[in-house]
C-alpha cells in the first residue's frame, strides 16, 4: 500500500494504526515480520472501517486475537492487521435478563472468561482455562479443551463480514465442525454464550485439575502456538491416536532446525527456543508430516494457520 493509502486507512480509524510494525511482538510464537497497517480498534466501527477500506483497495487483511494458533512469516503480512483486544473486551453478565447467557467482545481472553464465568457458578466455558487467544479467534476456530469448545455454548455471533456490513448469526446458523465454524473471511466482534449453573467450588476444582494437566504437560508457558496439527479421524480397523502419540512414537520429540524444535513435553507442540525464524517452523512441519505419512499412511493436517 502506498503512504498516502495508509494515510487515508488511519484518518478512518479512532483507535490507533502502526504501519509496517513487526508482528512478532503479537503472536504467541514471537515470530513474525512487519504488517503494512496495524489496526487497533476502539470500536466496531473500527473493524467496519478497515475492512470497507481493504474491500475498496483490494488490500489483504487479517484478524488477529492474542496471536495463537497462527504463523506469521518472517516476511511479514502485506496488508492490514486488525487486533482485537482491548476496546472490544467488554464482558457483560446477564444478557436479556437471563444471569446464564453472558455477551462478551472478540478482544476479551478466553482462560479470563473461563474464570470469570467459573466464579459466577457457570459451567460450559471452565474447561478452556487452557485455551490461549481471545474469545473472538476461540469461536472462529471452534477451539476447545478436555471435551468442551466453543460450539456447545454460543447462542449468537456478531460479525462483520470482508466487505464492512455488520451482521449477526444464531449458533445453530453456524456450521461447526472439529476446530471450525464455517464463518469464512469474516471478523468475529462479539458473542453471546449460554452456561449452565453449576457449584462454584467443583467448578474451581476442576480448572485446577485442567491447569495442572496443562502446566505438566504442555510448554504452555514457553513461545509456541499450541497444537500444531489436528488429530486424525479415528481409522476403521484400529485404535484412535492423536497427533501427538504418533509423532512421539518416531522418537521426533526434542529434533530440531535452527530455533524450532519438537517439544520435549508434547510432541504436537513445536516451540521456539528463542531465535526460531517461521522457515525454521515450516521446516519442522514438513519433516514431521514426512516422517508420519512413510512410517504410518497418514497425512497430519495443520491445526495452526500460517500466513505468508
Same mark, same amino acid.
Given at each position: 500500500?502506498?503512504?498516502?493509502?495508509?494515510?487515508?486507512?488511519?484518518?478512518?480509524? +479512532?483507535?490507533?494504526?502502526?504501519?509496517?510494525?513487526?508482528?512478532?511482538?503479537?503472536? +504467541?510464537?514471537? &515470530?513474525?515480520?512487519?504488517?503494512?497497517?496495524?489496526? *487497533?480498534?476502539?470500536?466496531?466501527? %473500527?473493524?467496519?472501517?478497515?475492512?470497507?477500506?481493504?474491500?475498496?483497495?483490494?488490500?489483504?487483511?487479517?484478524?488477529?486475537?492474542?496471536?495463537? $494458533?497462527?504463523?506469521?512469516?518472517?516476511?511479514? *503480512?502485506?496488508?492490514?492487521? &486488525?487486533?482485537?483486544?482491548?476496546?472490544?473486551?467488554? !464482558?457483560?453478565?446477564?444478557?436479556?435478563?437471563?444471569?446464564?447467557?453472558?455477551?462478551?467482545?472478540?478482544?476479551?481472553?478466553?482462560?479470563?472468561?473461563?474464570? =470469570? +464465568?467459573?466464579?459466577?457458578?457457570?459451567?460450559?466455558?471452565?474447561?478452556?482455562?487452557?485455551?490461549?487467544?481471545?474469545?473472538?479467534?476461540? !469461536?472462529?476456530? $471452534?477451539?476447545?479443551?478436555?471435551? =468442551?469448545?466453543?460450539?456447545? /455454548?454460543?447462542?449468537?455471533?456478531?460479525?462483520? #463480514?470482508? #466487505?464492512?456490513? /455488520?451482521?449477526?448469526?444464531?449458533?445453530?446458523? &453456524?456450521?461447526?465442525?472439529?476446530?471450525?465454524?464455517?464463518?469464512?473471511? @469474516?471478523?468475529?466482534?462479539?458473542?453471546?454464550?449460554?452456561?449452565?449453573?453449576? %457449584?462454584?467450588?467443583?467448578?474451581?476444582?476442576?480448572?485446577?485439575?485442567?491447569?495442572?494437566?496443562?502446566?505438566?504437560?504442555?510448554?504452555?508457558?514457553?513461545?509456541?502456538?499450541?497444537?500444531? *496439527?489436528? $488429530?486424525?479421524?479415528?481409522?476403521? #480397523?484400529?485404535?484412535?491416536?492423536?497427533?501427538? =502419540?504418533? &509423532?512421539?512414537?518416531?522418537?521426533?520429540?526434542?529434533? @530440531?532446525?535452527?530455533?524450532?524444535?519438537?517439544?520435549?513435553?508434547?510432541?504436537?507442540?513445536?516451540? $521456539?527456543?528463542?531465535?526460531?525464524?517461521?522457515?525454521?517452523?515450516?521446516?519442522?512441519?514438513? =519433516?514431521?508430516?514426512?516422517?508420519?505419512?512413510?512410517?504410518?499412511?497418514?497425512?497430519?493436517?495443520?491445526? /495452526?494457520?500460517?500466513?505468508?
Amino acid at each position: 500500500m502506498t503512504t498516502t493509502a495508509l494515510r487515508e486507512l488511519a484518518s478512518r480509524i +479512532t483507535g490507533e494504526v502502526r504501519f509496517d510494525e513487526p508482528l512478532a511482538g503479537y503472536t +504467541t510464537y514471537r &515470530i513474525g515480520g512487519p504488517a503494512a497497517a496495524l489496526v *487497533f480498534p476502539s470500536t466496531t466501527d %473500527d473493524v467496519v472501517n478497515a475492512l470497507e477500506f481493504a474491500a475498496e483497495t483490494g488490500s489483504r487483511w487479517l484478524a488477529l486475537g492474542l496471536g495463537s $494458533n497462527v504463523l506469521i512469516a518472517d516476511r511479514g *503480512f502485506d496488508g492490514i492487521v &486488525i487486533r482485537l483486544g482491548r476496546g472490544l473486551d467488554a !464482558v457483560q453478565r446477564g444478557a436479556g435478563g437471563d444471569e446464564t447467557r453472558w455477551t462478551v467482545g472478540a478482544g476479551a481472553p478466553t482462560p479470563l472468561l473461563a474464570r =470469570q +464465568t467459573a466464579a459466577a457458578g457457570l459451567a460450559g466455558l471452565h474447561r478452556l482455562v487452557g485455551v490461549p487467544g481471545t474469545v473472538g479467534g476461540g !469461536v472462529f476456530m $471452534n477451539a476447545g479443551a478436555h471435551g =468442551q469448545d466453543f460450539s456447545q /455454548v454460543t447462542q449468537a455471533v456478531e460479525l462483520v #463480514d470482508g #466487505d464492512g456490513t /455488520v451482521r449477526s448469526l444464531a449458533g445453530s446458523e &453456524i456450521r461447526w465442525a472439529y476446530r471450525s465454524s464455517g464463518l469464512g473471511e @469474516r471478523v468475529v466482534v462479539g458473542a453471546t454464550v449460554q452456561l449452565t449453573p453449576a %457449584d462454584p467450588k467443583e467448578l474451581e476444582k476442576e480448572i485446577k485439575q485442567h491447569f495442572r494437566w496443562r502446566k505438566a504437560g504442555t510448554p504452555f508457558n514457553e513461545r509456541c502456538c499450541g497444537s500444531v *496439527f489436528r $488429530n486424525p479421524p479415528a481409522p476403521d #480397523d484400529g485404535e484412535a491416536r492423536s497427533a501427538g =502419540q504418533l &509423532i512421539d512414537a518416531l522418537g521426533l520429540k526434542g529434533h @530440531r532446525v535452527g530455533g524450532a524444535q519438537v517439544s520435549p513435553k508434547h510432541a504436537n507442540y513445536i516451540v $521456539n527456543t528463542g531465535h526460531a525464524t517461521a522457515s525454521d517452523v515450516l521446516a519442522v512441519i514438513g =519433516q514431521v508430516q514426512a516422517k508420519v505419512s512413510a512410517e504410518y499412511g497418514i497425512e497430519l493436517e495443520l491445526e /495452526v494457520k500460517v500466513i505468508e
